[in-house]
């Protein structure tokens, strides 16, 4: 069970503030703070407000973090570069957290009614690549390129919301809340890196719910490289390809270029020297920072959050009703439940999302 102290830790964390500059906001001393934050005092309600109101945040939100396990997310799934700054990673999982409480709070209130779900497995008896591949079937896919994956995933009741993480070194963080997943995607990213990322989470949702194996990236990105090119649809058309050939393939399924590499290799039909002989073209060209093709990948973005949003607006309340509903400290923004109405989803029987 997460404290109090632990849930003011990380709604400061969220939004990249040192203790110093949220104990000025509210009017306190840094080692009162400290103390707070480190559960060696409780601060009254008072203070509690001050601090939320430092943060942005309601003292309702913190009170629920301080109830919900995990609440700093020490078990958040993330698809990170190592060269990733501690500060940042942080920032980003405190943020997600965040994220997680609000989403709790509202599918508290709007019942999801999901044509699929995410399903799970333990990873000591099902292999990343089976799952990938059971999952597809769950969700009745058709074989293939994989189209509108954000869709796809939203439609299995995941709440995916973008954000633009300022570096690129950190693409995409997940964990369950109450028995939803749930996805922070770096906005940033070129469309097909993003489809991995958004892959490569799902991967960790399924596998990863419970038990974490010895390498949980290779589990993920073997997830993935599944699901976005299953091997029975691919496989002939990775022999030996060249660049140019996997730019057409890139437009086709909708992945990086390196990505194809990565999966010819892992098929086996180019040898460990050929993959080596196209890094270094790729290095050559310029393409390791900024491959060409990624504008023709069709364009993904969420939009269940928002159609959350446009719910509890249909069943009567007000944006500000909202606000206090999730946690936000006034109404002026909601972030991604902000709402736009142009989701083909619909109220049904009051609070309830289809």
């Known amino acids: 069970m997460s404290t109090l102290g632990a849930a003011i830790e990380m709604a400061r964390r969220a939004g990249g503030w040192t203790q110093g500059e949220i104990a000025e906001r509210a009017g306190v001393t840094q080692a009162t703070l400290s103390r707070w934050e ?6 009254s309600d008072e203070d509690l407000r001050s601090i939320a109101a430092a943060v942005g945040v309601t003292p309702d939100i913190l009170l629920r973090g301080r109830d919900i396990e995990g609440a700093l997310g020490v078990d958040v799934h993330m698809r990170k570069s190592k060269t990733a700054p501690p500060t940042k990673w942080r920032m980003l999982e405190a943020r997600l957290n965040l994220h997680r409480l609000r989403a709790g709070k509202l599918l508290e209130q709007v019942q999801m009614q999901a044509r699929n779900t995410v399903p799970t497995f333990d990873p000591f008896e099902t292999a990343p690549d089976d799952a990938a591949r059971m999952v597809r079937m769950q969700w009745r896919m058709p074989a293939g390129p994989v189209r509108q994956l954000m869709g796809w995933m939203e439609s299995a009741g995941c709440v995916v919301v ?24 770096n906005s940033t990213a070129p469309t097909d890196r993003k489809r ?39 496989k002939s058309q990775l022999r030996n390809p060249e660049l140019g050939r996997l730019l057409h393939l890139k437009r086709e399924w909708g992945v990086s270029v390196q990505a194809l590499i990565e999966r010819a290799a892992s098929l086996g039909t180019i040898t460990g020297q050929r993959r080596s002989a196209l890094y ?75």
């Open 280 to 354: 270094r073209q790729i290095s050559a060209l310029g393409w390791k920072t900024s491959e060409p093709g990624s504008e023709e990948v069709a364009v993904e973005h969420p939009t269940l959050a928002a159609s959350i949003g446009d719910a509890m607006r249909a069943s009567g309340l007000t944006t500000q009703d909202i606000a206090v509903m999730v946690g936000y400290a006034t109404g002026d923004d909601l972030g991604p439940y902000t709402g736009t109405q142009h989701h083909g989803l619909r109220v049904i029987g009051g609070n309830t999302v289809r």
């Open 162 to 185: 973008e954000e633009d993480f300022g570096t690129r070194r950190v693409e995409g963080l997940s964990q369950w809340i109450a028995g939803h997943p749930v996805a922070l995607i």
């Open 38 to 43: 480190h559960d060696l005092r409780t601060p």
């Open 196 to 234: 991995l990322t958004l892959a490569h989470e799902l991967g960790h949702l399924c596998l990863h719910r419970n038990e974490p194996t010895d390498d949980i990236e290779r589990d993920a990105f073997a997830f993935a490289a599944e699901f976005l090119m299953p091997s029975q649809a691919i």
